[in-house]
């Protein structure tokens, strides 16, 4: 089956500053590559997703990234905000990375 | 639009038990998948439903199982609880099979087994 890595498992950002979470995978049929954000108490709700024929996509603040021959994907997040706290994971195909912590400092 | 709901939110059980737990998917997606979200961890995915069948399977012993009915609400069952089984399950229902499509996920089951 698919087996996803996620790093870092934590990260601590200045407000306003970047944050950028790596993952990698291992089945190279996966073409599909979510990333989810989880928020105390609540399921994770989707923030952006990117397909296999697409190198990167945006929307607004957040970016991802995807090289399908290397079999990596990474989420950027610019400008971040106290409310961009919250643990973040990457995913493909039905498998989840282990989940990445950030914090935004005031 | 509704969203997916589970219930209950809370739950303890006794090791050796058996649960059942709820889910209903968003109107007009047909797939539900149930994941398993133990404490600081990524979900691990238990199983897919589509259309009323076992549509693909994570690697989780076969005293987890699962039911999808007609309007694609579902049920996740666990029998002879043990205390590994304490966690946070989640559902999600989908347009389409096989992670090939956005997740919308419900806020879960916190299941406790003491």
């Known amino acids: 089956g698919e087996n996803v890595e996620q790093h870092p498992s934590t990260l601590s950002v200045q407000e306003g500053d970047s944050a950028v979470i790596k993952c990698t995978y291992s089945?190279?049929?996966?073409?599909?590559f979510p990333w989810y954000k989880q928020e105390l108490g609540k399921g994770p709700q989707l923030i952006i997703d990117?397909?296999?024929?697409?190198g990167e996509k945006k929307d607004q603040r957040i970016a991802v990234t995807l090289n399908k021959t290397a079999k990596h994907f990474s989420l950027h997040i610019t400008e971040t905000q106290p409310e961009d706290s919250a643990v973040y994971f990457c995913?493909?195909?039905?498998?989840f990375g282990a989940g990445t912590t950030v914090t935004v400092r005031a | 639009e509704t969203g997916v709901t589970q219930s209950p939110t809370h739950l303890i059980k006794t090791r050796g038990q058996q649960v059942t737990l709820r889910c209903s998917s968003q109107?007009?997606?047909?797939?539900v998948s149930w994941y398993q979200q133990a404490l600081g961890q990524g979900p691990q995915f238990i199983f897919q439903y589509y259309r009323e069948e076992e549509n693909g399977r994570g690697n989780f012993p076969p005293r987890f199982s699962g039911l999808q009915f007609p309007n694609y609400s579902s049920e996740l069952n666990v029998n002879a609880l043990e205390l590994d089984d304490s966690a946070l399950y989640l559902c999600?229902?989908?347009?389409?099979?096989?992670?090939?499509?956005?997740?919308?996920f419900g806020n879960g089951t916190r299941l406790t087994v003491t």
């Open positions: 109107s007009g997606h047909n797939t």
């Open positions: 999600a229902s989908s347009l389409e099979r096989q992670g090939g499509s956005p997740l919308h």
């Open positions: 089945d190279s049929a996966s073409n599909y």
């Open positions: 990117i397909r296999s024929n697409v």
């Open positions: 995913a493909a195909s039905s498998s």
